[in-house]
Structure formats: C-alpha cells, structure tokens
C-alpha cells in the first residue's frame, strides 16, 4: 500500500548558530505556519562521529560537495586546496563536525504534503548571499563562500534540511529512534487535505 502524500516527513536541524542567534521561535514559525507538523524533536551536543555519519549516510554527497566547493573556488578565482572532489569532501566534513559539534543543536521532523520541497523551498539555499530574500537563510545570515572557505570553516547557515525524499528516509532514524515520533492529527489536517469540504455548514 502507498501511503498518502501527507505522511511524508523530512529532517530538519538548527544548527549551534541558530540557537546562538536566538531565531529557534522564527525558524520553527515558518514551517509551521505552511501546515506542516511537527512530530519529533529534541535538543543536545551532537558528537563528531553522529555529524560525520550524517553526511555520510548519501555515499555520493562527498564527491558532489568536494566538486561544488572546487567550482566556488574558481569561480572567486582562486586554487582549490585540492582538484580531487573527494579530498576537497574530506575537508568540508571536517570543517562540519567543527561547526556542529560547537554547541546545542535542536533536531526535528517535519511531517506533511511535499514536506522535503517545501521545507528546502522555505529554508533558502545553501549559501546565504546567494539565498533568496523571504528564506530564512536570506532573511537571517550574511554568510558565503568567499568568508567561510577564507577562513577554513562551514558556511553558517543556520539550518539543516534534508535535500531529497530519500535522504530524508535515511536521515530521521539516524536522529531518531521510531518511539521519539508521535502519530497524532491536528484539526486543521481536515481542511488541509479534505476531498470535498462537507461538513462545514450547519
Ligand atoms: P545544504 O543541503 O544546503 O545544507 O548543503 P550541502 O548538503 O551541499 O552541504 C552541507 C553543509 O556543508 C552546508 O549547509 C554548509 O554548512 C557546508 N558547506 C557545503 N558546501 C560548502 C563549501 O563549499 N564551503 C564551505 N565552507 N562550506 C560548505
Ligand atoms: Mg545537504
């Protein structure tokens, strides 16, 4: 049996600068606010070997992460610290065990139609320059590429959202065991995904 659209999930993270930036309430608001629900969620220090399996969890994300990194290289015109993809990967994992691993993290899973799209949609792409006006990404934070490999380091971009349906199945049982998940409804659901709207008038 497939299930229904509305049990999709995805995984979000804030990472230690959003915390440190205060914008818990702002972040959580938004994806709130589009209809999702929230179903999961907790608060700690992860340790470097939870971030590096995380990024690790999608055998292709290295190499694709160490090309677009040598790409933003060139294009500000300067050397890649390497021109293998891989080892430019390595770099940035470790860069994101650094960051991640600095302070209190808040994990959640987002449930509801298209929840990996919209939250990706909401949240802005990966650098904040570059990231649209009205995400949160280009609403909250002035990183780039240009500061954060300047200075050996993770672009602070507040948030974690996983990238596809599939990453996403893996990545909530790597945060979460299934009895940290509830089940449960909303009233809004009946109007968010109702078939008919009968039931309304008196
Ligand atoms: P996301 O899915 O938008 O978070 O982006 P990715 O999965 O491609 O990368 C994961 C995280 O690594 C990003 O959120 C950034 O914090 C960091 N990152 C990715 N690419 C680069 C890069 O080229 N340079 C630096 N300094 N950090 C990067
Ligand atoms: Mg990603």
Do not use: C
């Not at 995984?11 to 994806?31: F, N, S, T």
């Amino acid at each position: 049996m497939t299930s229904h659209p509305k049990d999709e999930r995805t995984l979000v993270v804030v990472k230690p600068d959003g915390i440190q930036r205060a914008l818990i309430g702002e972040i959580m608001k938004r994806y709130e606010r589009i209809g999702l629900k929230l179903v999961a969620l907790k608060m700690f220090v992860p340790t470097e070997k939870m971030i590096e399996e995380h990024y690790l969890l999608d055998p292709r994300w290295k190499k694709n992460v160490g090309e677009k990194a040598i790409q933003s290289y060139i294009r500000k015109g300067e050397e890649p610290p390497s021109s293998d993809p891989i080892e430019v990967g390595n770099l940035v994992v470790e860069r994101l065990k650094r960051y991640m691993t600095s302070g209190p993290v808040i994990a959640m899973v987002w449930e509801g139609a298209h929840a990996v799209e919209l939250v990706r949609k909401i949240t802005g792409s990966t650098e904040p320059r570059s990231a649209e006006i009205g995400t949160i990404r280009g609403d909250f934070v002035v990183d780039s590429y240009q500061m954060a490999d300047g200075a050996d380091r993770a672009i602070r971009n507040l948030i974690h959202a996983s990238g596809s349906v599939p990453e996403a199945n893996k990545e909530i049982p790597h945060w979460f065991g299934p009895e940290e998940i509830i089940a449960y409804s909303v009233p809004h659901e009946a109007i968010l995904y109702d078939v008919d709207m009968k039931g309304i008038l008196g």
